[in-house]
């Protein structure tokens, strides 16, 4: 019994440090989000699967801890989405990308699209259409030039207000990606009222393609053929070997994207990519 109580204070002590750390990371944050201190973006090239060059970036958000040092996004996205920082916080990385983008062209780069991921509270943002414009217009970029990826949970249940918003974005002249694809609940079955250019298949069935003895082939294959059928391009995400490289050259995969190519990385050193003007 005298045991018992012990362990049960050990776990309420661990429950309080918990939440003392959840909140002090929150406070982090929401300065980081403020500030911009610590903030700014990695980008990770988009390639032609068979000759490997530069189509695209993704823009991937970073963040350095003032104490702890790099946070994971899967971490302070999450976080950020749970606190209400998220709606700040995409702000910045929509400002972040413009920014970059602007100072390539400053460099006399020629500019590649550039992919930027949203999550659903920033989508369905009354505004953001015309928000989205607005930066646009301000900062002298070509609404071609930037492409959004969102996965298809985020039109769950609001699927013709979704596809509508969409199509505004699309309309605008942005690209539109389908993220995450055949991770989610939805089905194939209104893929085409999408109105998306592109469908990135994700990096679980591209990390399984090296093991035989599973469906991953089978699967990547099915998904290629159906969004060639829709019109839509297809990327590979999360390519990590020579093999898997290979392997997809069988499945109509139009781009690629992973380690096997490039790491994300800072602006500077991804602004060596881009040719010059
Ligand atoms: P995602 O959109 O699916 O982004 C791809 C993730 O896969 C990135 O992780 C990237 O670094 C990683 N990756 C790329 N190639 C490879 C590979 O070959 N192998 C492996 N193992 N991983 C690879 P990252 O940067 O940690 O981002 C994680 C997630 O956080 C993203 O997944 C996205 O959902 C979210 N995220 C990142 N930046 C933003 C942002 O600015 N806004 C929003 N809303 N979400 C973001
Ligand atoms: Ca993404
Ligand atoms: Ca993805
Ligand atoms: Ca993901």
Same mark, same amino acid.
């Given at each position: 019994?005298?045991?018992?109580? /012990?362990?049960?204070?050990?776990?309420?002590?661990?429950?309080?440090?918990?939440?003392?750390?959840? @909140?002090?990371?929150?406070?982090?944050?929401?300065?980081?989000?403020?500030?911009?201190?610590?903030?700014?973006?990695?980008?990770?090239?988009?390639?032609?699967?068979?000759?490997?060059?530069?189509?695209?970036?993704?823009?991937?958000?970073?963040?350095?801890?003032?104490?702890?040092?790099?946070?994971?996004?899967?971490?302070?996205?999450? +976080?950020?989405?749970?606190?209400?920082?998220?709606?700040?916080? *995409?702000?910045?990385?929509?400002?972040?990308?413009?920014?970059?983008?602007?100072?390539?062209? *400053?460099?006399?780069?020629?500019?590649?699209?550039?992919?930027?991921?949203?999550?659903?509270?920033?989508?369905?943002?009354?505004?953001?259409?015309?928000?989205?414009?607005?930066?646009?217009?301000? /900062?002298?970029?070509?609404?071609? +030039?930037?492409?959004?990826?969102?996965?298809?949970?985020?039109?769950? /249940?609001?699927?013709?207000?979704?596809?509508?918003? +969409?199509?505004?974005?699309?309309?605008?002249?942005?690209?539109?990606?389908?993220?995450?694809?055949?991770?989610?609940?939805?089905?194939? !079955?209104?893929?085409? /009222?999408?109105?998306?250019? !592109?469908?990135?298949?994700?990096?679980?069935?591209?990390?399984?393609?090296?093991?035989?003895?599973?469906? !991953?082939?089978?699967?990547?294959?099915?998904?290629?053929?159906?969004?060639?059928? @829709?019109?839509?391009?297809?990327?590979?995400?999360?390519?990590?070997?020579?093999?898997?490289?290979?392997?997809?050259?069988?499945?109509?995969?139009?781009?690629?994207?992973?380690?096997?190519?490039?790491?994300?990385?800072?602006?500077?050193?991804?602004?060596?990519?881009?040719?010059?003007?």
């Amino acid at each position: 019994k005298h045991e018992g109580r /012990n362990t049960y204070r050990l776990y309420q002590a661990d429950i309080d440090r918990k939440a003392r750390d959840q @909140l002090s990371m929150e406070t982090a944050l929401r300065n980081a989000v403020e500030t911009g201190e610590g903030l700014y973006m990695a980008y990770q090239p988009l390639v032609r699967r068979d000759n490997k060059q530069l189509i695209s970036a993704e823009a991937l958000a970073r963040w350095d801890h003032p104490e702890h040092g790099p946070i994971l996004p899967g971490k302070f996205i999450t +976080l950020a989405e749970s606190s209400g920082l998220i709606l700040p916080l *995409g702000k910045r990385v929509i400002d972040l990308v413009l920014e970059d983008m602007a100072r390539w062209r *400053g460099a006399g780069k020629k500019l590649v699209p550039i992919a930027i991921n949203l999550s659903a509270a920033q989508f369905w943002q009354p505004d953001f259409v015309a928000t989205i414009k607005q930066k646009l217009h301000d /900062n002298d970029i070509p609404a071609s +030039l930037i492409t959004f990826e969102l996965t298809e949970s985020i039109l769950l /249940n609001r699927q013709a207000d979704g596809t509508a918003l +969409l199509q505004q974005l699309r309309e605008l002249g942005c690209g539109i990606a389908l993220d995450d694809f055949g991770t989610g609940y939805s089905s194939l !079955s209104y893929l085409h /009222n999408i109105p998306a250019h !592109s469908l990135k298949i994700d990096r679980s069935f591209i990390e399984a393609l090296d093991h035989e003895e599973n469906n !991953s082939r089978t699967i990547v294959a099915a998904i290629s053929s159906l969004a060639r059928e @829709l019109g839509l391009k297809v990327v590979a995400e999360g390519v990590e070997t020579e093999q898997q490289w290979h392997l997809l050259g069988n499945y109509a995969i139009d781009f690629i994207q992973g380690y096997l190519i490039a790491k994300p990385q800072p602006q500077g050193q991804f602004a060596e990519h881009l040719s010059a003007r």
